[in-house]
T-cell receptor
Framework: GDSVTQMEGPVTLSEEAFLTINCTYTATGYPSLFWYVQYPGEGLQLLLKATKADDKGSNKGFEATYRKETTSFHLEKGSVQVSDSAVYFCALQNTGFQKLVFGTGTRLLVSP | DAGVTQSPTHLIKTRGQQVTLRCSPKSGHDTVSWYQQALGQGPQFIFQYYEEEERQRGNFPDRFSGHQFPNYSSELNVNALLLGDSALYLC?????????????FGPGTRLTVL
C-alpha cells in the first residue's frame, strides 16, 4: 500500500540556520504530496502542496519540490525562526481519493 | 467563520467502555474524515463520511463506527475500549468529490483509556 517515510527527529537548529527535512514516498499512480505542520496543542495546518511531478510548493518561506524520479518531497527553508518550532508531517493523497497517508512526523526545535 | 470544531477536548475512559466524539465541519463543507494520531506517530485514517454515508474506511476494526448528520456534523464511536485506543482523534472537513480538496483539521480530542 501507499506509505510515506520521513527522517526521524528531533531536528535541532539555531535561528537563521538552513532547514531540510527529508521525505520519500511509495505509491501507485500519481499522488499529490503535502507538508502539514502541527503546533503544540493545535490541529494540523496545511503548509504547502504539489500535485504533479516537478511542481514546487511554497509558503511562508518553506519550499518542497515533487521529484518523481526519486519519489521524494523534501522540505526546505533558508532561514528558520524560533516560531517555526513544531512537528512537520509529510503526506500523500492518491489519485481519486481524499484519504491522506501521513509520515510519522519530524519535530523541529529552533533555538534563539 | 468558525473552523472545524471538536468536542470534548479531553476524555478519560476505562477499558471496555464506549466513547463518542463529535465534530462540526467548517462552514460550507460536506465531507468529514476521522484520523487517529497515537503519541509520536502520524495520523492514521479511520474513515470518511459524505452524504451521511461511510465512503472510505481505513484499517480499523468494527469497534470504530461513525455517523454523519444532515447538517454534515459527525460522530465517531468506539466500543469496547482498549488501552491502545489512547490517542488524539482528529476530525477533518472538506468539500465532497473525488478530486483533491484541502482538508481542514480540528484541534482534536485527546482520549486516554485507563
Amino acid at each position: 500500500g501507499d506509505s510515506v517515510t520521513q527522517m526521524e527527529g528531533p531536528v535541532t537548529l539555531s535561528e537563521e540556520a538552513f532547514l531540510t527535512i527529508n521525505c520519500t514516498y511509495t505509491a501507485t499512480g500519481y499522488p499529490s504530496l503535502f507538508w502539514y505542520v502541527q503546533y503544540p496543542g493545535e490541529g494540523l495546518q496545511l503548509l504547502l502542496k504539489a500535485t504533479k511531478a516537478d511542481d514546487k510548493g511554497s509558503n511562508k518561506g518553506f519550499e518542497a519540490t515533487y521529484r518523481k524520479e526519486t519519489t521524494s518531497f523534501h522540505l526546505e527553508k533558508g532561514s528558520v525562526q524560533v516560531s517555526d518550532s513544531a512537528v512537520y508531517f509529510c503526506a500523500l493523497q492518491n489519485t481519486g481519493f481524499q484519504k491522506l497517508v501521513f509520515g510519522t512526523g519530524t519535530r523541529l526545535l529552533v533555538s534563539p | 467563520d468558525a473552523g472545524v470544531t471538536q468536542s470534548p477536548t479531553h476524555l478519560i475512559k476505562t477499558r471496555g467502555q464506549q466513547v463518542t466524539l463529535r465534530c462540526s465541519p467548517k462552514s460550507g463543507h460536506d465531507t468529514v474524515s476521522w484520523y487517529q494520531q497515537a503519541l509520536g506517530q502520524g495520523p492514521q485514517f479511520i474513515f470518511q463520511y459524505y452524504e451521511e454515508e461511510e465512503r472510505q474506511r481505513g484499517n480499523f476494526p468494527d469497534r470504530f463506527s461513525g455517523h454523519q448528520f444532515p447538517n454534515y456534523s459527525s460522530e465517531l464511536n468506539v466500543n469496547a475500549l482498549l488501552l491502545g485506543d489512547s490517542a488524539l482523534y482528529l476530525c477533518a472537513s472538506s468539500l465532497g468529490g473525488d478530486n483533491y480538496n484541502e482538508q481542514f483539521f480540528g484541534p482534536g480530542t485527546r482520549l486516554t483509556v485507563l
